[in-house]
């Protein structure tokens, strides 16, 4: 009988086996040119699902492995990506890979991870400590294009990325101002902006405006994710905005890149970088340092960006990273115009004592361990030690003259520290591969506002006149928020996989302070001032959701879909700012909503990329802007609550090499062809404002199309640029004129053409881009205050030359 019973158990023992069987996939990488292991590379199994590097000798493992058929992706920033396909059938197997360097051929640009020629791809499912299954991606890659880098020109780096709207206001790139399906673009608010992975606003929640922006010359990879990105990364309606720096090399102990620019109406570019690794030691660091004078009379600006990251590999499964940025510039405002004055001369100002000064410094550290090839944990501790200050002669009247009279100074001062911790693990269930993210975050900000009345001069003097009398409101807006999230994909099979998550905020706002009120003589003489102290506290938690699916029905085609829930709270701008052509409901409430995303894409290939989608944007309580007159008849706005808004649209993107698919044997030859048209509706569903109903939302132009070829032969490469937006509105009330403060209205269709092109000869290489070819007038944005209030105009024909030397 136990005989009996031992072989029963023996035997479906070994069929579980058989049909459950966890087996391991083991191997090597090495060099082709001399056989040598390769120590760290990357290895990515099942479409990044699982990953692993490399050890000293070049070897690799990946456990618990179900039957079935798997794709290898072996990544080294010296070598060309190798793939391979693995069956594994009831047993363990070992493979070896060899990889090609890339320095075989001296006159190719090195380019970490290249995996596209486009310039352009998307995040894969599992990547650097995320989850990005199911989701709407793009990452532009800055070293593959054919673009103006050394004025972080928005409009050809982010060309690619579909229904993008973009300010351009200024042409030397200091502040970077992109919004999306009706999102406002200033100063890229509606976006969760980071560097590396941490917080680069001036304050996430409080005060989301970046004006800080690294230089384009210095970033390895600009990723940007949808909507969905909400769970991981942040509420912001936008999604996620990271920008990840260039990486330090691995095989050399330094090198240096130098780029020197010269450009039209005083330009000037200096861009240097120091980059290596020393033992377990890697470090890169930048310094950029630009000046001009600008398209228009009162333009001049000065800024530089400094920048060091080190990192030290304790063991092969421990870094410790330390960095720090530093960037401060100071800007003349040329000033706001009237719809008349921009008729009359887009290139006119009739404001020389308006000033604009921004420092910022970032300091960061990193902690990355992983425990095994399935799980890693990464730690990282971030702050900002900031200020804006703002000043200038800004009435509401924008083309009455400057009456010399003291200027309005605003003086915001930022003190914040964050801490956000993210633990990845890959497991399985059954015989079915999983992904887990867990993580949570704390976030400490302190925002110190100061508005009153600065000196009559004509300088840069930012200092109030009167610290009693001349301040027309002090504030202290400290907040606190604590945030926990997950994620996890469900890979059911090959070829589908879920993906639900859930986020937890606690938000604290509060606001203490005054506000005073000044009485004047008919000479302009202040007789009086008073103050009214203040004092408000808001805290609130929630919790948001979101579920994304993919189906990958062959291995070139994705199909992807998500809804992701979204949240937005007022800010610290919302709360208690002097503006004299507007005024701020207080009772304003936060800003919720969902965004859903249905799209098919293309697999990663350097022949051919696209990706087609539609989307939905419900934003309840979305806070806007709505014409008005005041007692005395004066044309004023009114931020409110406006209503409930409905975006929705069709957003496409088609890149092709055309020339290498037609002849495929001719590698040095190359025709490239993109397109990325978005067709968006939008209109207010529920508003309690009269005549707002049905209305088109603002910043929704319902054509955004850029498309452009781009030809290289060898190394020299030269692309062509078309941009066409169609009109916007500014406000919810769709006004078509801005009156005499021009703060709304309507933003008139524009079209742009854009040529450019490089060089690659050794070490060197020549840059040149002619913006705005035709020489067009047009504007982006009818600024509400800083750095106008009025139309700002964008920039005419300018030329760009570049010479880079790596050494």
């Known amino acids: 009988m136990m005989k009996s019973l031992v072989s029963n158990f023996f035997f479906f023992w070994l069929l579980s086996s058989l049909a459950f069987g966890q087996y391991n996939l083991s191997g090597r990488v090495g060099s082709r040119a001399d056989s040598t292991g390769q120590a760290g590379c990357r290895v990515y199994l099942a479409n990044g699902r699982l990953v692993t590097t490399t050890d000293s000798s070049g070897r690799f493992e990946f456990t618990n492995l179900a039957n079935g058929q798997y794709t290898l992706q072996v990544i080294h920033p010296d070598f060309w990506v190798a793939k391979m396909d693995v069956s594994i059938h009831n047993g363990n197997r070992y493979v070896s890979l060899w990889l090609n360097s890339r320095t075989q051929t001296l006159d190719e640009l090195v380019v970490t991870d290249k995996r596209t020629d486009f310039g352009f791809t998307r995040m894969r499912g599992v990547e650097n400590m995320g989850i990005y299954e199911g989701k709407k991606s793009e990452v532009i890659i800055p070293e593959q294009l054919v673009a103006n880098l050394a004025t972080n020109n928005a409009r050809q780096i982010y060309a690619r990325v579909a229904g993008l709207n973009i300010y351009e206001n200024e042409g030397a790139g200091l502040q970077l101002s992109i919004g999306g399906r009706g999102l406002d673009p200033n100063r890229t608010a509606n976006f969760n902006v980071r560097q590396n992975g941490y917080d680069i606003s001036a304050d996430a929640l409080g005060y989301p405006e970046s004006y800080y922006t690294p230089p384009v010359e210095a970033?390895?990879?600009?990723?940007?994710?949808?909507?969905?990105?909400?769970?991981?990364?942040?509420?912001?309606?936008?999604?996620?905005?990271?920008?990840?720096?260039k990486k330090p090399v691995t095989n050399r102990k330094l090198e240096l890149t130098a780029r020197q620019t010269l450009g039209s109406f005083g330009f000037y570019n200096a861009f240097t970088s120091l980059s290596g690794t020393v033992g377990k030691l890697s470090y890169y660091t930048f310094f950029q340092y630009k000046v001009g004078n600008g398209w228009r009379p009162n333009s001049h600006f000065s800024n530089y960006t400094a920048y060091g990251n080190v990192n030290y590999l304790i063991s092969p499964k421990t870094t410790l990273g330390a960095e720090l940025t530093q960037m401060s510039y100071l800007a003349q405002q040329p000033g706001g115009l009237t719809d008349a004055m921009f008729r009359e001369n887009p290139r006119q100002s009739n404001r020389e004592r308006n000033w604009f000064a921004v420092n910022w410094t970032l300091p960061a550290l990193h902690f990355d361990h992983k425990f095994s090839v399935s799980s890693e944990v990464n730690v990282r501790l971030f702050g900002l030690s900031a200020y804006r200050y703002s000043l200038g002669f800004r009435p509401n009247r924008v083309a009455s003259p400057d009456d010399l009279s003291e200027r309005d100074l605003i003086k915001g001062d930022f003190a914040n520290w964050g801490a956000e911790a993210r633990y990845l693990k890959r497991y399985s269930i059954g015989s079915h591969q999983a992904v887990g993210l867990v993580g949570s975050r704390y976030y400490h900000g302190f925002n110190h506002n100061v508005q009153g009345l600065g000196s009559k001069g004509k300088g840069h003097d930012f200092s109030f006149i009167d610290e009693q009398q001349g301040i027309s409101s002090d504030y202290r807006f400290p907040n606190k928020n604590v945030a926990l999230f997950a994620e996890n994909i469900f890979y059911i099979g090959d070829k589908f996989s879920l993906t639900p998550g859930l986020r937890y905020e606690y938000i604290l706002t509060r606001a203490n302070g005054f506000y005073g009120t000044l009485t004047r003589d008919l000479a302009g003489n202040i007789l009086s001032a008073s103050r009214?102290?203040?004092?408000?506290?808001?805290?609130?938690?929630?919790?948001?959701?979101?579920?994304?699916?993919?189906?990958?029905?062959?291995?070139?085609?994705?199909?992807?879909?998500?809804?992701?829930?979204?949240?937005?709270?007022?800010?610290?701008?919302?709360?208690?700012?002097?503006?004299?052509?507007?005024?701020i409901d207080p009772n304003l409430k936060d800003e919720r909503g969902y965004s859903v995303d249905v799209g098919v894409r293309s697999t990663q290939t350097t022949l051919y990329s696209f990706d087609v989608s539609g989307f939905v944007l419900n934003y309840n309580n979305?806070?806007?802007?709505?014409?008005?007159?005041?007692?005395?008849?004066?044309v004023l706005r009114r931020r409110s609550n406006i209503g409930q808004a409905l975006i929705l649209g069709l957003e496409s993107y088609a890149e092709a090499d055309l020339l290498r698919l037609l002849q495929p044997q001719r590698t040095t030859l190359s025709g490239v062809l993109f397109t990325n048209l978005a067709f968006i509706h939008s209109r207010y569903a529920v508003s309690e404002i009269p005549g707002v109903v049905g209305n088109r939302v603002e910043f929704v132009p319902a054509v955004n199309l850029k498309t452009g070829v781009r030809f290289g032969i060898n190394n020299l490469k030269t692309s062509l640029q078309y941009t066409y937006l169609s009109e916007q509105f500014t406000d919810a009330t769709n006004a078509r004129e801005g009156g005499v403060s021009a703060v709304i209205g309507l933003i008139p269709a524009y079209h742009i053409l854009d040529a450019s092109c490089s060089y690659q000869f050794r070490r060197f290489r020549l840059?040149?881009?002619?913006?705005?070819?035709?020489?067009?007038?047009?504007?982006?944005?009818?600024?509400t205050g800083y750095p106008g209030p009025g139309i700002l105009p964008s920039d005419g024909r300018s030329l760009y030359l570049t010479l880079q030397v790596r050494l």
Do not use: C, H, W
């Open 219 to 245: 970033i390895g990879r600009i990723q940007i994710v949808r909507g969905a990105a909400s769970l991981q990364y942040g509420t912001q309606f936008g999604g996620l905005l990271n920008f990840v720096m």
């Open 532 to 583: 009214t102290p203040e004092e408000r506290m808001n805290g609130r938690q929630f919790l948001l959701g979101g579920l994304g699916l993919s189906v990958k029905p062959s291995s070139l085609l994705d199909l992807y879909a998500n809804l992701s829930q979204n949240y937005r709270s007022i800010t610290f701008s919302d709360m208690r700012i002097a503006n004299p052509s507007q005024v």
């Open 622 to 634: 979305r806070i806007g802007e709505v014409q008005f007159y005041d007692q005395s008849d004066r």
């Open 767 to 783: 840059e040149g881009s002619l913006n705005n070819l035709t020489n067009v007038f047009y504007f982006t944005r009818r600024a």
